[in-house]
């Protein structure tokens, strides 16, 4: 089961002064911080590009969203998953997009 969400995250890297890789792009998220529960990325699963906010069917545009699917753990609470992660490139927020059960 999949569910949508538009929930702000926040993102941690790796080495947060690190910036881009040598092949150009952002390295894949360290963690993420949802809903006050701190996500350990286990593995990324797939990375694309997609324009428009295709989870808000009332906001089509043009920018351009980096998307991330990651398996993560909230250590914590014991709580495994696979999400969506979505940076807007613009402004460089970060959005909890999808879940997956």
């Known amino acids: 089961m999949t569910r949508r969400y538009a929930d702000r ?4 890297y790796p080495d947060p ?6 092949t150009g792009t952002d390295p894949a ?5 949802w809903r ?16 428009g ?5 009332a906001q089509a545009t043009d920018e351009e969203f980096d998307l991330w ?5 909230a250590e914590r609470y014991r709580q ?10 613009g402004s460089g927020q970060w959005f909890l997009v999808r879940a997956f059960d």
């Open 80 to 89: 495994r998953g696979q999400f969506d992660l979505c940076r807007h490139r």
């Open 9 to 12: 995250i926040t993102v941690r």
């Open 36 to 51: 006050r529960r701190r996500y350990r990325v286990q593995q990324v699963a797939g990375r694309w590009v997609e324009v």
């Open 29 to 33: 998220p360290a963690e993420f911080v």
């Open 17 to 22: 002064g690190a910036g881009r890789n040598a």
């Open 69 to 73: 699917r990651v398996e993560a753990v």
């Open 53 to 57: 906010c295709w989870w808000r069917a």
